[in-house]
């Protein structure tokens, strides 16, 4: 029930966007934060075959089955998450990086993740003066159930603040900015532990940018309609 | 035969600094590749890494993380940008078949490069978090293949004000990169501003049609007990005539002791 095979055909020199039939699974196994359930993962494996040529390339992922959502509350202020429908009392850690010559190894994500699950933190902040995390640190934190608050590239000590105000547009280019940031997003937006992408710290980024994110990173309205059984 | 799917290139790495270094990329990926030797200016790197992170393991500079170290390396707005320019250098080899495609891959850079491959010369676009991937299909040579990238700093790397504060003098926020290193109240700057091939470096071998960027999407009904997984993908066909495909999607939850639900 769990392989699902659809017939292609590309165009020579074509690059086509596909989107598959979605798979229906019943009552799957369901990815938890740290404390609240197992970290159930599933291995997600594409493979593309040519005719007459065989397997062309294949593309493997884990993948967590889960749904976070995340308002701000009208009384507190405060930004409330649920995931999977219910609520959590987010217990998180500050992340600047791994190691300030960006000497990054899995043994070092695996060992500081791990370190924050066993003071049982159930999110990660990664700060916006430091890096967009690599794969490798999202990897151990799907594996140990660290949610991760992801902020971009923009910070209130550098960007449009002080006497006299620093880059009050921040970055010279904003092009530039996007760019990277799509790209980013496309990196990491299968990880079942990315929580929130958050356009800086302690500041707005500016307008153009972050009207910018706001509207790629939306919810597609195609995943909230609702399939009749 | 070189196997479908990806290989790192994370050994075997020279780097030079680029005032040291006569040649040009061309050169040094053709008639006159570096060597390592007493008199030679280039040195084993590390890769992924930054250029500090290769002159702290060869021992050129004294790892800036040890007492008041970090006085001893020159700042880079006081060395120039060219100081921290750095060549980068490897061999590789990648038998391909025919209808097989050959793509270099840079997951992340730190600010902007040129890629050399054989005499080949691409330009590497500014951005410290973007991904770079090429096409090396047709200049791929069937035995050794020789690489060079040179790495430049950010465009304003900025000056560390006597009093030191977050961020320094701020510049470095004029370029889309990490700010931390022009130093903050838990660091102290980082000299080379991390400049370097800092994320992984890979070769993907595929057939006429490869996969990129697949995007997973659950939604939840009924209480969680109706679930869906949504998946898009983009294919592109390297190839001169229509790709007929069939793509396949497997699901395996793995259970205790290895045990595999399909």
Not at chain 1, 142 to 166: A, C, H, K, M, N
Not at chain 2, 134 to 160: F, S
């Amino acid at each position: 029930e769990h392989v699902h095979t659809e017939n292609v055909i590309i165009p020579a020199k074509g690059h086509i966007q596909h989107t598959f039939n979605q798979l229906f699974f019943y009552k799957p196994e369901l990815w938890w934060p740290n404390g609240m359930g197992k970290q159930n993962l599933y291995n997600i494996l594409i493979t593309v075959v040519v005719k007459e040529f065989g397997e062309s390339d294949s593309w493997m992922q884990p993948f967590g089955f889960r749904k976070i959502e995340s308002d701000i509350d009208s009384v507190t202020g405060g930004r409330l998450f649920k995931i999977n429908g219910e609520p959590i009392f987010i217990r998180g850690g500050n992340w600047i990086l791994s190691d300030g010559l960006l000497r990054l190894s899995k043994e070092r994500y695996r060992t500081d993740i791990k370190f924050h699950a066993d003071m049982n933190m159930n999110m990660i902040r990664c700060w916006g003066g430091g890096l967009a995390e690599r794969p490798d640190f999202y990897h151990f934190c799907d594996i140990y159930g660290l949610l991760v608050w992801q902020e971009f590239w923009i910070t209130g000590d550098v960007d449009g603040r002080g006497v006299p105000v620093s880059n009050p547009n921040g970055p010279l280019d904003h092009d530039l900015f996007m760019l990277c940031a799509r790209d980013t997003v496309k990196l990491l937006r299968n990880h079942p532990s990315l929580a929130l992408w958050v356009g800086g710290n302690e500041q707005v980024p500016p307008k153009d940018i972050n009207e910018a994110l706001q509207q790629d990173l939306r919810l597609h309205p195609y995943f909230i309609t609702q399939f009749l059984s | 035969m070189t196997e479908i799917g990806k290989t790192v290139l994370d050994s075997g790495w020279l780097a030079a600094r680029s005032t040291e270094v006569n040649d040009d990329g061309v050169k040094l990926t053709t008639t006159n590749p570096p060597t390592l030797g007493p008199q030679s200016r280039w040195m084993e790197a590390v890769v992924p890494g930054t250029v500090l992170g290769t002159l702290v393991k060869n021992k050129s500079i004294p790892d800036p993380f040890y007492g008041l170290e970090n006085e001893a390396i020159i700042d880079i707005a006081d060395s120039g940008r060219d100081y921290y320019t750095f060549w980068f250098y490897k061999t590789f080899q990648c038998k391909r078949l025919l209808n097989q495609y050959v793509h270099l891959n840079f997951r992340a850079i730190n600010y902007s490069a040129e890629v050399y491959l054989n005499g080949h010369k691409t330009v590497l676009p500014k951005g410290m978090f973007r991904r770079h991937t090429l096409d090396v299909t047709d200049i791929l040579h069937p035995e050794k293949n020789l690489l060079a990238v040179i790495v430049h700093p950010p465009d304003h790397p900025g000056t560390i004000p006597a009093e030191g504060g977050q961020g320094g003098d701020h510049e470095i926020g004029k370029d889309v990169a990490a700010q931390y290193v022009e130093g903050w109240d838990w660091i102290c700057p980082i000299r080379d501003r991390n400049t370097g091939i800092w994320d992984e470096v890979s070769l993907t071998v595929t057939g006429p049609v490869r996969i990129i960027d697949p995007h997973l999407v659950s939604t939840f009904f009924d209480n969680y007990k109706r679930a869906y997984l949504h998946v898009t993908a983009e294919l592109e066909n390297k190839s001169s005539w229509n790709a007929d495909c069939s793509v396949n999607i497997q699901v395996t939850a793995e259970l205790e002791d290895g045990v595999c639900l399909v």
